[in-house]
């Protein structure tokens, strides 16, 4: 099932999503949107009489992490490599803050401290359910749903500061969406990124070399995960720089395609 949160004009709602994924990841033109009573992560699912066509809808963040986002750096072989460096023994961790979280459509803004963004494609993870200590075998009973995200970094400061925040953390550098999809196993999703329409990262989720349940059993052996928190589960090879007014399209496959342009901040 797709859960998205839209609006159309009025306060946000969340809603099911119909219709079938084409190739690209775009769903067909006759979707539409069931409306839901009330957040289904925290009110379970209620579906209302009301119902729109997708198209007369405009698409929120699925999700509103309510504490954290966490990033895994270096978790395809090939990307660590690229970047020189190895691959970690253990899963790397790092935050986004939940303000860097903007929905499919938005506007990734520029900042004028860097002359370096680049886009991350990456299969992001929603938890379901306050939990830690997870063990692997468990790690299904916690996950609420799986979205596309760009992990957006300013490489300049990611280098020039070590630490990942600066670099990770500013407004608008993780969009997520364009919904959430509740059933989907992720053990050989193709992960890929467009930049203009042109084929930048185009990898596997198989080749993860720490995969989603020891992701959320590794994280949640360190920090409480609450419903809502997002796991960026790291990005393929073949990450790079984008551009003010570039529009940059990352899809998973069976989930969808999440498109962004990057703008100049007013
Ligand atoms: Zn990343």
């Known amino acids: 099932m797709r859960i998205a949160r839209f609006t159309t004009g009025d306060d946000p709602r969340y809603g099911v999503v119909s219709g079938d994924l084409d190739e690209h990841g775009e769903l067909d033109p006759d ?7 009330g957040d289904p992560l925290y009110v379970g699912m209620h579906p209302t009489e009301e119902q729109h066509r997708l198209a007369d809808v405009r698409l929120l963040a699925p999700v509103l992490p309510r504490s954290k986002v966490v990033g895994i750096g270096r978790n ?22 939940n303000t860097s979280v903007v929905g499919p459509g938005d506007p990734v803004f520029y900042p ?24 692997k075998e468990k790690v299904a009973d916690v996950i609420h749903g799986y979205t ?24 608008s550098f993780c969009p997520l969406g364009p919904w959430i999809e509740t059933e989907l196993d992720v053990s050989d999703l193709r992960v890929q990124t467009f930049l203009n329409g042109d084929l930048k ?13 020891t992701l959320v059993a590794h994280v949640s052996s360190v920090m409480t995960l609450l419903p809502g928190d997002v796991i960026l589960t790291g990005t393929p090879d073949g ?13 998973v496959e069976g989930i969808g395609t999440l498109t962004n342009r990057v703008a100049r901040r007013g």
Do not use: W
Request: charged share 25%; net charge negative; with cysteine.
């Open 31 to 37: 979707a539409t949107v069931v409306a839901l009573a």
């Open 76 to 97: 395809y072989a090939a990307h660590a490599a690229e970047m020189g460096n190895d691959v970690p023994a253990e899963p790397l961790m790092f935050l986004k803050p």
């Open 112 to 135: 004028h401290q860097s002359s370096e963004v680049h886009f991350e494609g990456e299969l992001a993870v929603v938890i379901g359910r306050i939990c830690r200590d997870v063990p």
């Open 148 to 171: 596309v995200g760009n992990d957006v970094t300013a490489r300049d400061l990611q280098r020039s500061d070590v630490q990942f925040t600066r670099g990770k953390g500013f407004d």
């Open 201 to 213: 990262q185009d990898g596997r989720t198989k080749d993860l070399i720490f995969d989603v349940p």
């Open 239 to 251: 990450v790079g720089p984008m551009e003010v007014g570039d529009e940059v399209d990352v899809v």
